[in-house]
């Protein structure tokens, strides 16, 4: 997949992992990789540069005797995944558009 | 490799981050080999399952670049966490880097001015004495052949007035050599000036040559550049790695391919490149039903 928009899906494929369920770095890597290949050093910018945008935040739990960190969604998070689905009529206009139609005529 | 070696060998890659940022990129890791070890992998294979550390640096220090690049040309929605020395990024708006290889170039011919200056003004030189000496030349013809005329006229007046025949003789010698001088240097004052007229059309016509050689190759560059920004990205094993960062810290060892995560739900043998139109397809459906029913008359892709 192209690298940019292989970049947007994975910011809101995140989001929407971590709108499931509070998770971290190995579960979401492994939530992900499902559905687009993604590595650790892959995710960590992504998820710094989603907690600088107040997208997520994170908080330290103690997990078989040592501290975990765990991201949450925040609403704004949230917002960034509504905006995205709503976003999808477009893009779905667009893909027919780019395999060789109009279907407003 | 044990996770200490891998985390102390990951830290000598990281030179491009801050001490904070280090150590927060270094707790990453660790946690992530440590939920492998909790997930039941042995260390080795944790750490077998992650990229290499110079992979991961690379990785690192390419999308800090991206994101650099992406702070200078839009104003950061967010204060960015903090920003390392800057490093020249080789993705920079390419109006930017031109201008400033202009200056550069400029900059260079200012400071080598003495050497090629010098070697300049003397190959002019060498040009303007030279036609200094054709045009030289071509005058000394000119005087010799007046001065022939002026031997000419004088012996034809002695020719008429001596009324010694051995003396006409001589007198219309003369007249023939100098009739034969004037002819020659003619011949010579025709060959000069074609010779000045050839090397001065050359000269012109190899500097508007050199000119546009320079033009056309400039073209050249513009349409390359053009096809590379049109050409599809060629398949990459890591990603948003564009492409290779220019300054490269680490020395070029093994690639490591990471193992293969286990996945929770979807089918593992689907290969990567169905998975997009996967999520595409299971969003479509639930999202948006009456666009699909409006636009299903044919050129459609069936849901998987």
């Known amino acids: 997949m192209d690298a940019q928009l292989k970049k947007g899906v994975l910011d809101v494929c995140v989001l929407a992992a971590l709108s499931r369920r509070d998770s971290y770095g190995y579960q979401i890597v492994k939530d992900v990789s499902c559905i687009i290949d993604v590595t650790e050093s892959t995710l960590y910018p992504l998820l710094k540069r989603l907690e600088g945008s107040g997208a997520l935040v994170t908080y330290s739990a103690e997990y078989n005797g040592r501290l975990r960190k765990y991201y949450r969604i925040t609403p704004e998070g949230q917002t960034r995944i509504a905006e995205f689905l709503e976003s999808w009529p477009q893009m779905i206009a667009a893909y027919d558009f780019i395999k060789g139609g109009c279907n407003h005529d | 490799m044990t996770k200490l070696e891998?985390?102390?060998?990951?830290?000598?890659?990281?030179?491009?981050?801050?001490?904070?940022?280090?150590?927060?990129?270094?707790?990453?890791?660790?946690?992530?080999?440590?939920?492998?070890?909790?997930?039941?992998?042995?260390?080795?294979?944790?750490?077998?399952?992650?990229?290499?550390?110079?992979?991961?640096?690379?990785?690192?220090?390419?999308?800090?670049?991206?994101?650099?690049?992406?702070?200078?040309?839009?104003?950061?929605?967010?204060?960015?966490?903090?920003?390392?020395?800057?490093?020249?990024?080789?993705?920079?708006?390419?109006?930017?880097?031109?201008?400033?290889?202009?200056?550069?170039?400029?900059?260079?011919?200012?400071?080598?001015?003495?050497?090629?200056?010098t070697i300049l003004l003397t190959l002019i030189g060498f040009i303007i004495a030279f036609l200094c000496t054709l045009i030289g030349i071509m005058i000394a013809n000119i005087s010799i052949i007046l001065s022939g005329l002026a031997v000419a006229i004088s012996s034809t007046v002695q020719i008429c007035t001596q009324g010694d025949g051995l003396a006409q003789l001589a007198y219309i010698g003369t007249l023939l050599a100098s009739i034969g001088i004037i002819l020659i240097n003619i011949v010579l004052i025709y060959l000069i000036a074609r010779l000045i007229g050839f090397l001065s059309r050359t000269g012109f016509k190899g500097v508007r040559h050199s000119f546009d050689r320079v033009r056309a190759s400039r073209k050249m560059k513009k349409m390359q550049a053009s096809k590379q920004q049109t050409a599809p990205s060629a398949p990459q094993t890591h990603a948003y790695n564009m492409t290779k960062p220019l300054v490269q810290p680490m020395p070029q060892t093994a690639v490591q391919t990471p193992v293969p995560l286990p996945c929770t739900d979807a089918p593992q043998e689907a290969s990567i490149l169905n998975k997009p139109l996967m999520i595409m397809e299971r969003n479509r459906q639930i999202q948006v039903p009456h666009h699909h029913n409006a636009s299903s008359d044919g050129q459609e892709v069936h849901h998987v």
Do not use: C, H
Not at chain 2, 27 to 53: C, H, K, N, V, W
Not at chain 2, 65 to 78: M, Q
């Open chain 2, 6 to 117: 891998f985390l102390s060998r990951l830290q000598t890659y990281l030179t491009f981050m801050d001490i904070v940022e280090r150590n927060q990129t270094l707790e990453f890791y660790a946690e992530q080999i440590d939920d492998r070890i909790d997930d039941g992998m042995t260390e080795l294979q944790a750490i077998a399952s992650l990229e290499a550390p110079e992979d991961i640096a690379a990785n690192l220090q390419q999308m800090k670049l991206n994101v650099d690049a992406l702070n200078t040309s839009t104003p950061p929605a967010s204060p960015v966490v903090t920003q390392g020395p800057v490093v020249p990024s080789p993705v920079v708006a390419s109006n930017d880097s031109r201008v400033l290889k202009t200056i550069f170039i400029v900059i260079v011919l200012l400071i080598t001015s003495p050497i090629w200056g």
